[in-house]
């Protein structure tokens, strides 16, 4: 989950969500109503491994 949901963002601090201190499920929930709590890209790849917001070492290394 703390890979997936984006705590850096304007939706993040707008919503206050870090007061509310959530859960997985509750971080879960979120991210089904505010698509913008989504860390960005997602990518899927070979095998159905998934890569989630940008890190060019990860890349370098899974995609190249």
Same mark, same amino acid.
């Given at each position: 989950? *703390?890979?997936?949901?984006?705590?850096?963002?304007?939706?993040?601090?707008?919503?206050?969500? #870090?007061? @509310?201190?959530?859960?997985? %499920?509750?971080?879960?929930?979120?991210?089904? *109503?505010?698509?913008?709590?989504?860390?960005?890209?997602?990518?899927?790849?070979?095998?159905? #491994?998934? @890569?989630?917001?940008?890190? %060019?070492?990860?890349?370098?290394?899974?995609?190249?």
């Amino acid at each position: 989950m *703390k890979q997936l949901f984006n705590t850096r963002g304007t939706t993040y601090r707008t919503l206050k969500l #870090k007061d @509310l201190d959530l859960n997985d %499920e509750q971080k879960l929930s979120w991210l089904a *109503k505010e698509n913008m709590l989504v860390k960005r890209p997602v990518i899927e790849y070979s095998n159905n #491994k998934v @890569l989630c917001a940008f890190n %060019e070492d990860i890349y370098t290394k899974e995609l190249l």
